[in-house]
């Protein structure tokens, strides 16, 4: 079994607030007719790698590793669907991981999230984030492991080096690294400078790479969620950060809504008191799901008895790496901390 070099590191134990932003959020430029063209042929594309990863046993290995990362991080204690049928279906696997679970029964059922071509960007994208897998930085929640694993639409292959960008606000529902009226305490400057729940890491050969994170929290008239910008052809600078490639997708992944309701019924996810939107009312799960052959919500296991030992979540993802997107960032991290980028405006439309 070949585990990532991340989960060979000396593990760190998943140890254990504001005023929520509006939805603001950007429309994207693609028309539907384009991206149901798009999803159609991705979908014809990926049914044909079936046999391709089985044989180059690509899914074995996805198997293997994911059972070995569940039951590490328990140890320590830690298909076809439109939107009405995503917001119903399970996600959750109902096993109990343990060093007796094989990896054959827990992870049988793992569908690959064929992505919409272009989905929002949202108005929070910080530039300059560094690689790096745990991006805790001290944040109070459930402890998740998020997995995710990259297929090439085009030659059903995994996409080896590409740079999986994520995002997410804390429990209370704040972004870190912007200064905005709508994103808490529009006069905190000091949130510039901080990086939590944001951070860059590359897959390997399988097409796969992994963060320590917190489930995320809520706020005002969006879902609980994960931003998700996928960087091809980039590479490592010496501070850590990426340069060069392009972006072959902009995108948002979901949680089961009522593994998001015994979440948010926990310390410190209840003492925000902004109305939480349902899945099936929040337009971006709208969006990515209007086409059957999209779903874009992990699949996941509980790493323990309770739910505050942790979440291990995954996916596997299609993209095509021939698309080129711009992206819209609120800020850049630079090695003296955080400026806003006054070119552009929370909201502001994604050109193609």
Avoid at 32 to 48: C, D, E, I, M, V
Avoid at 107 to 117: D, G, M, R, T, Y
Avoid at 196 to 204: C, E, H
Avoid at 303 to 308: A, E, F, I
């Amino acid at each position: 079994m070949q585990l990532s070099h991340l989960w060979q590191l000396a593990l760190l134990g998943l140890a254990g607030l504001s005023a929520a932003h509006p939805g603001a959020h950007e429309e994207s430029s693609m028309t539907p007719a384009a991206k149901k063209t798009f999803l159609y042929n991705a979908k014809r594309s990926l049914g044909q790698c079936a046999d391709r990863l089985e044989r180059r046993g690509v899914k074995a290995r996805a198997a293997a590793r994911r059972a070995a990362i569940s039951e590490t991080y328990r140890k320590r204690s830690l298909l076809v669907r439109d939107t009405d049928r995503v917001v119903n279906t399970s996600h959750h696997s109902p096993l109990q991981v343990t060093s007796n679970t094989p990896e054959t029964e827990l992870f049988a059922q793992n569908p690959v999230c064929i992505l919409s071509p272009e989905g929002e960007i949202g108005p929070f994208w910080v530039k300059g984030e560094l690689v790096r897998s745990d991006i805790r930085d001290g944040e109070a929640g459930i402890p998740l492991i998020m997995d995710g694993q990259f297929v090439d639409i085009e030659t059903c292959e995994p996409i080896q080096n590409l740079y999986w960008d994520v995002w997410s606000c804390n429990s209370t529902g704040q972004y870190s690294g912007v200064q905005s009226d709508m994103n808490g305490n529009g006069n905190d400057a000091s949130n510039l400078d901080k990086t939590f729940l944001r951070g860059i890491q590359q897959t390997d050969s399988d097409g796969v790479a992994q963060f320590k994170s917190i489930f995320p929290g809520h706020y005002s008239g969006r879902a609980t969620h994960v931003h998700v910008v996928a960087h091809v052809g980039s590479h490592t600078l010496k501070n850590n950060t990426i340069a060069g490639g392009h972006v072959s997708h902009i995108g948002q992944l979901f949680f089961d809504q009522d593994l998001i309701s015994k979440v948010e019924a926990t310390y410190p996810y209840n003492t925000n008191t902004v109305e939480i939107t349902q899945n099936a009312e929040d337009h971006v799960v709208q969006d990515e799901t209007e086409d059957s052959n999209s779903d874009p919500v992990f699949e996941y296991a509980l790493l323990g008895d309770k739910l505050q030992d942790g979440i291990f979540a995954w996916i596997t993802m299609g993209i095509n790496v021939s698309a080129t997107y711009d992206t819209s960032n609120a800020a850049t991290l630079t090695s003296s901390g955080g400026v806003m980028n006054d070119d552009s405006s929370p909201g502001e439309a994604v050109d193609m």
